[in-house]
Nanobody, 121 residues
Framework: QVQLVESGGGSVQAGGSLNLSCVVSRYSAYCMGWFRQAPGKEREEVAATYFGGETTYYVDSLKGRFTASRDKNTLYLQIDSLKPEDTAMYYC??????????????????RGQGTQVTVSS
């Protein structure tokens, strides 16, 4: 059974940092990525990493504060200079098809249960 388990979320003050992790078990993922969903808002793509090392960021305003990386089947998301608007549930997603390069993380085959990030001003 495929498992994606996120960790590293929490409650922090604005300006702080968090490093989210996601471990993918029993699955060889070609694409691994993050998306988030704030209360009452649509899901938002954050970043995707691919076998071979490339990374895609979906929102220009997040670049420079969000850094996605991958080590084998563990995915990371370093978030710096956190803002209250970053408050959301952060989800990890994975997909083993090479075609996943043409889709966003919300469309990947598997996703985790999420880790909550809450930023206070």
């Amino acid at each position: 059974q495929v498992q994606l388990v996120e960790s590293g979320g929490g409650s922090v003050q604005a300006g702080g940092s968090l490093n989210l992790s996601c471990v993918v078990s029993r699955y060889s993922a070609y694409c691994m990525g993050w998306f988030r969903q704030a209360p009452g808002k649509e899901r938002e793509e954050v970043a995707a990493t691919y076998f071979g090392g490339e990374t895609t960021y979906y929102v220009d305003s997040l670049k420079g504060r969000f850094t996605a990386s991958r080590d084998k089947n563990t995915l990371y998301l370093q978030i710096d200079s956190l803002k209250p608007e970053d408050t959301a549930m952060y989800y990890c997603a994975a997909d083993g098809r090479q075609s996943c390069r043409s889709i966003a993380p919300t469309a990947y085959n598997y996703r985790g249960q999420g880790t909550q990030v809450t930023v206070s001003s």
